[in-house]
């Protein structure tokens, strides 16, 4: 039992010590953690059974994804997981300028990743690569309007490398409406996932704002170290979406 | 477990020194241009297997040392294990599913090629 007299500071009321208080955030985050990688699992099943379904139509299709950019922005993620998982230990040690610093460089990494994510994206809506029910895809199911939205295309078509110019218009039109499923699987798990970048740039702010005022300390580093873990799920992810979908070879 | 250096009186949780992250980013840094290299070249059929367990590697270090399970309660690593597990029987089942209705579904498309022979 303790009163408010002797209640150890910056803990909460009904916690009986600042390291049950901590054992139970941490708890928390990972149950939820756990939670995360469950919704993101119902996405991945859909690959495997898509890509189970149509090895081929995958293989074929990952070559319109630009090897460089994925490879670049799994390189942005790592330095971001390397940052905040120093910044923890900044906090840990009370060192707040480093903190300020890593969190700065983290929250840079996770919107240069955006700008990259949005790079590719806008690359993929000019080009018509699309999941087969938008309306400006070249795979869609409507096989008359597919004809002339190719031939619409045909002149600025091309993969990262050049290569399909010619390819597309010749291909099979049953093969080519299954490219199609590719591209809503690439949207749903990279937008899911970009999602979460959003959310994790909200929260490291946060984070940037709260330490300015000199809210975090040895004593106090729990936001710090829940959020880092959120961030390193988010890296973990993108671990493993990178040779899934950009090296099919 | 490893080696407390850093533990001091009234710390909560476990201070990584900053020579162990460095070591684990080169890691990452290294496994990534690994699989980028190994991604473009061809493995007769096995690409998928090396790039899932370089993955895993990677998963690996950043959950053992960035999330601090190699540091943490037990338990905190357990319930991660248990999500990843649950995910392993959510693939099973679905894949194990995923041919059960395939006959049927070529019964169906030769009954229509029928029909439509058929009507003409």
Redesign the interface.
Same mark, same amino acid.
């Given at each position: 039992m303790s009163s408010h007299d002797n209640h150890p500071e910056g803990v909460a009321h009904h916690f009986e010590s600042?390291?049950q208080q901590?054992?139970s955030g941490?708890?928390g985050i990972?149950?939820f953690?756990?939670t995360e990688?469950?919704f993101f699992?119902?996405l991945?099943?859909a690959y495997? !059974?898509y890509r189970? &379904?149509y090895p081929e139509v995958f293989q074929f299709a990952s070559q319109y994804l630009d090897?460089n950019l994925g490879?670049l922005n799994?390189?942005v993620l790592?330095?971001s997981?390397?940052t905040i998982?120093?910044g923890?230990?900044n906090a !840990?040690?009370g060192e707040t300028k480093k903190l300020t610093i890593n969190l700065i460089i983290t929250l840079a990494c996770a919107a240069g990743f955006m700008m990259i994510k949005a790079e590719e994206y806008g690359h993929k809506f000019h080009e018509g690569t699309l999941w087969g029910g938008h309306e400006h895809s070249i795979f869609k199911l409507d096989a008359d309007d597919v004809n002339e939205d190719i031939a619409a295309h045909s002149q600025a078509w091309s993969n990262p490398d050049g290569e399909f110019t010619a390819a597309v218009k010749d291909l099979d039109p049953e093969f080519r409406q299954k490219l199609g499923i590719f591209f809503g699987v690439y949207f749903c798990l990279t937008g899911l996932h970009g999602i979460h970048v959003l959310i994790g740039m909200i929260l490291l702010s946060w984070l940037l704002i709260r330490n300015l005022r000199g809210e975090f300390g040895?004593?106090n580093?729990a936001a710090v170290?829940f959020i880092?873990?959120y961030w390193?799920l988010v890296?973990?992810i993108w671990?493993?979406l990178?040779?899934?979908l950009?090296?099919? &070879? | 477990m490893s080696d407390h250096s850093h533990d001091s009186e009234?710390?909560?949780?476990h201070?990584?020194p900053?020579s162990l992250?460095?070591k684990?980013?080169g890691a990452?840094?290294a496994l990534?241009i690994l699989?980028?290299m190994t991604?473009?070249?061809?493995?007769h059929g096995a690409?998928?297997a090396v790039?899932?367990i370089?993955?895993t590697c990677?998963?690996s270090l950043?959950?053992l040392?960035?999330?601090h399970l190699k540091y943490?309660?037990p338990?905190?690593g357990l319930?991660?294990l248990?999500?990843?597990m649950?995910?392993g029987l959510?693939?099973v089942f679905?894949?194990l599913d995923?041919e059960e209705y395939q006959g049927d579904i070529k019964d169906y498309k030769a009954n229509e090629v029928l029909e439509l022979q058929v009507g003409e």
């Open positions: 600042a390291e901590f054992d941490k708890f990972w149950t953690l756990l990688v469950l699992s119902a991945f099943v495997t !059974m189970d &379904s090897t490879a799994t390189l790592l330095l997981s390397f998982a120093w923890v230990r !840990m040690l040895p004593k580093f170290d880092a873990l390193h890296d973990l671990i493993f990178f040779p899934l950009y090296l099919i &070879s | 009234g710390h909560i949780g201070v990584l900053l992250l460095l684990v980013f990452l840094v990534t699989t980028v991604g473009k070249a061809d493995l690409d998928l790039a899932m370089i993955a990677k998963a950043v959950c040392f960035f999330m943490d309660r338990f905190h319930i991660f248990f999500s990843v649950f995910v959510f693939l679905v894949t995923s």
